[in-house]
DNA sequence: GTAGTTGCAAAACCTTTGCACTAGG
DNA sequence: CCTAGTGCAAAGGTTTTGCAACTAC
């Protein structure tokens, strides 16, 4: 499982230390959740107890720049990781106003947006959508929007 | 200009203090420009020296409540403070891996996907979607994108 | 007059960095 | 070996907060 990532710190030249094995493991383990670097902070100490932050916010900087994981701002003043999708399709988020949720959206239809703007000359590499409002539970429960 | 802002604070039971007309003077004279919390601070200063960063900071925090301002990451670190729409009509921003340039995307093309999650028992009230890539300008002399 | 606002400084947060020490390949 | 990687603590940058003084209404 985490063989593969194993092999991109190999092939990219970095070393393959006990600490990156256990933040690569912290992901694999919290797959869908969207860790911010304290929750992986202690995750990890949990088996690796003598881990400074510090690693993890440098492996995390370098697992992000290999395109392993993906920072994902919400807007709370702090960044969130997860496994990037390997087919180069994107999600996008949805944040539940009331319970605080984050649903994974996979539909895109970005296309027509992309394709238009391709047209006027743009070059589009990446984009970032967060949709806010009521889960489907929170909205049947009459609950209110609250928009952050 | 500016009074219309002033009878919703009005309304709201808040004071007009003149620190409050100055940041929305500078926000007025900066539309379409995404300010951080320190630029409108130092724009501020020039009318208004002695005011602190903190009165900068507490204003945008109400005016984004009262929905007057809308804050944005664009995962700097930082926020950046525009004035809302009041139609309702939430443009996208597109921002230049090269030359930084920020650009108001005024078409939206996300009613297909906001409608295909209402069927789904969500309910939207907001999105936030950042396109990243090069700008016609560096697109076209050729710049390497360097995906932030 | 008085509750809401302000300025200042300190604190709170999240993240990065310098440096001496360690260890993976 | 030897350089990349680590832990620690300190620093950096942005935002928030406590509090006494102030002021718009």
């Known amino acids: 499982m985490t063989d593969s990532y194993c092999q991109i710190l190999n ?18 383990q919290t797959r869908g959740r969207h860790m911010t670097a304290e929750d992986i902070y202690n995750e990890v100490k949990k088996t ?24 994902n701002s919400f807007d709370e003043g702090k960044y969130r990781y997860e496994f990037s ?7 996008h988020h949805f944040l539940c106003s009331s319970c605080g949720v984050i649903i ?10 992309e394709g238009e ?20 539970d929170c909205h049947q429960e009459g609950n209110a929007p609250g928009k952050r």
Do not use: M, S, W
């Open 11 to 28: 092939r990219n030249q970095y070393k393959l230390t006990p600490q990156r094995k256990a933040v690569l493991h912290v992901l694999e």
């Open 48 to 71: 690796n107890p003598g881990i400074g932050i510090a690693t993890i916010y440098r492996t995390l900087e370098l697992l992000a720049r290999l395109e392993i994981v993906h920072k």
């Open 85 to 91: 999708e390997n087919d180069g399709h994107f999600h």
């Open 104 to 113: 994974e959206v996979e539909e895109d239809y970005l296309n027509i947006l």
């Open 117 to 136: 703007l391709e047209r006027r000359g743009f070059h589009i590499t990446d984009h970032n959508l967060q949709l806010y409002g009521l889960c489907p």
